[in-house]
């Protein structure tokens, strides 16, 4: 049973980086968005605009969502450990 408690030992901080590279990559996701929704909002000649800037809106709030959580597990790993 010592093994397997072993397992869930408390890792190094230098393992934070982890939620950091993480956090680093929803960002990178949040600037793709705006920028495919640049792309196809002046590409496209359809008339329904409105969809690409629900789409955007949808896809920002949640990349942010997914970014603030990553930044808030890095903070919360580093400030403990």
């Known amino acids: 049973m010592n093994n ?7 890792v190094g901080k230098n393992y934070c980086e982890f939620f950091y590279y ?7 996701g949040m600037a793709l968005s705006v920028l495919m929704f640049f792309i196809n909002f ?3 000649k359809d008339k329904d605009k409105m969809r690409h800037v629900a789409i955007l809106i949808y896809n920002l709030i949640v990349s942010f969502a997914i ?4 930044r ?9 450990l």
Do not use: Q
Not at 67 to 70: D, E, K, L, S, T
């Open 67 to 70: 970014y603030f959580g990553y």
């Open 4 to 10: 397997l408690m072993g397992l869930m030992d408390p």
């Open 22 to 28: 993480l956090g680093v990559l929803a960002l990178i």
């Open 72 to 80: 808030i597990l890095y903070s919360m790993c580093i400030k403990s």
């Open 42 to 44: 002046f590409r496209e």
